[in-house]
Structures are given as C-alpha cells and as structure tokens.
C-alpha cells in the first residue's frame, strides 16, 4: 500500500479538503469508532502545544489506538545531540504513524522522506500547519453552511502566522476574497501573495483595523503576535499589542460573521467577546478531534 503522509495543505485538492470534511462530519456525529485497532501512534512535539496535541491524542483515543511520545524534547535524546533523521528512524521502529511539531520549517517533509511510515505535520516553524486548517475550515463550513464566495478577514501576525499561510492556500479552492490586516513589519511575505495572484484570488492589504474592514467579514481569522519568533524582542514589544478586537467592534458586523482564532490568544481579543454569539474560537477548537479523526485514520486508511 502506498504510504500517505499530511504534510502541506498545498499537497491537498479541493476533493480532498471536502472528502475530509465529510469524514469530520461523520466522526462528529460517531466519534468513538475502532479503525486504529493494534495501532501505535507517535506525537513528536519538539516546540510546546496545548491544542494540537491533545486534540491528536484525543483522536487516537477516540480511534481505539495507543499513543506513545513526548511533548518536550529537552527530556529526549535529541537534547544529547541525536539528529532529527535519527530520531524518526528510531520511532519508525515503534510507530505505525508520526504526528510532530517541529521549529524549523521544511522539517515534517524532511521527517516524510526519510521513513516509510506516514508523517502527520503538526506545525513546522512559520511555513505550514495543515491540521489547523482541516478544523478551521471544517469551523467555516459549519457556521457559514459553505465555503464558497466568503470574505475572510485575517488579523494580526500574517509574517510568521504558520496557520495563516496554510488557511489561506487550503481556502484558495473556493473563491474567497481576502483581508489582510497586519502592522508593516508582519505583512503576508510576498510568496503568499503570488500564489493568490496566480490563482485569481482578490485581496486587500490594510494596516488599520477598521470598522469597514470587520462589518463586511463573513469571517474574521485572529492570530497572536508570536513572541517565539522574534529575534528581536525589541521588534516583538513594537507590535505585540497592535490590534486588540473588543466586544464594541462587533455593534454593526454581519450576523453570520464568526470570529476564528487558532488559540492561544494573548491580548488580541478582549475577554468581552468570548460571551458575543459571533466568538466561535472555543467551539473550533474541539472541532480539531474531529478533524483530526479525519486525518488520521484518511492517512492509515487511504483507501
Ligand atoms: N492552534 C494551535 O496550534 O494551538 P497549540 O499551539 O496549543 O497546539
């Protein structure tokens, strides 16, 4: 059988991303299933994660598999100085899938190369985390009952924001039209806007947050400043704080618009929101089991 790793959301067609929503709305409604029977799963978390992991582990579970790994790397041989090749030919051994978040970007396709077993990328650095994007559009599709013709609004870090990048290529299939509210320092790279040019895709660039930008969002995508990926702190202290959503700016949004975030959240929205019937950042979250289900056993089931 040809092995099947999830590594980029790019490597995905629209046919895909439905196929797995489909599964994610199955696995809503029958989470507990027995597909991963006799199966070992390895959660490889060399950078922290409360979310991801979890709701992985907890997918696995729900799968009837086992899991085995670790969510700090400083307590693996790798702290002794054993390579990451090393390292997933080791677990190779031990696993029938790995699931790992690694800082350096590239490092999940690296790991998808180098072993025979699927590789699940839980996040690599600033470039991809396309689990993240399952739920989210999985979360788009359930509160706005399609996924086509949206405006989606994304707020925040769109430089280093792994969960943008992804959302943003895997939203591509279904004639979005795109927001990017970020300081000059954090723009989208120009990488992104290329692709959204080659694929005909409109967007607008704007630096302040503004009360047209969120009234006409069907979707409105925060993101956290990540402190861990300056290496000027200097830099971090300027903008970390530069957009905070309150509960106010909502007055004249849409009625179907939702507020997103991948979690965690700092400061970028205020506590007032999470009451407002358009904050759906709590209810995302648990969608990532379910699409996680969906990953997980399309990846050791493929067909
Ligand atoms: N959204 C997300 O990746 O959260 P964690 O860092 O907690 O896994």
């Not at 979890?54 to 799968?63: D, G, I, K, P, Y």
């Not at 100085?81 to 031990?94: A, C, F, H, Q, R």
């Not at 993101?223 to 970390?240: A, G, H, I, N, S």
């Amino acid at each position: 059988m040809k092995k099947k790793s999830f590594v980029s959301i790019a490597d995905c067609s629209k046919e895909d991303i439905l196929h797995l929503i489909q599964k994610a709305e199955f696995f809503e409604q029958h989470p507990n299933q027995k597909l991963l029977e006799g199966k070992v799963c390895a959660t490889l978390f060399f950078e922290p994660s409360t979310r991801t992991r979890l709701s992985f582990e907890t997918a696995v579970n729900r799968l009837g598999g086992r899991v085995i790994g670790f969510s700090d790397a400083s307590t693996t041989s790798s702290s002794k100085g054993e390579t990451l090749k090393d390292t997933i030919k080791m677990v190779s051994n031990y696993a029938d899938v790995i699931i790992m978040r690694h800082h350096l970007e590239g490092a999940a396709r690296y790991a998808s190369e180098i072993t025979d077993i699927p590789v699940i990328n839980a996040g690599d650095g600033a470039n991809q985390h396309p689990s993240q994007t399952m739920l989210d559009i999985y979360s788009i599709y359930k509160t706005q009952g399609t996924l086509n013709n949206l405006k989606i609004t994304m707020v925040g870090d769109l430089k280093y924001g792994r969960t943008v990048h992804s959302l943003l290529t895997g939203m591509s299939h279904f004639n979005p039209t795109f927001c990017f509210v970020a300081p000059e320092e954090l723009r989208l790279p120009d990488i992104y806007k290329q692709f959204l040019d080659e694929h005909g895709i409109r967007y607008s660039e704007h630096t302040d947050f503004s009360p047209e930008v969120i009234n006409q969002s069907d979707i409105l995508y925060m993101t956290r400043v990540q402190r861990e990926r300056f290496t000027d702190l200097m830099e971090y202290e300027k903008v970390k704080n530069v957009y905070v959503l309150t509960n106010k700016m909502l007055d004249n949004s849409k009625e179907n618009l939702r507020i997103l975030h991948p979690l965690p959240r700092v400061n970028e929205i205020a506590q007032d929101v999470d009451d407002n019937p358009k904050a759906y950042y709590f209810e995302q979250a648990r969608n990532g089991v379910f699409a996680r289900e969906a990953i997980i056993s399309s990846v050791l089931n493929p067909n």
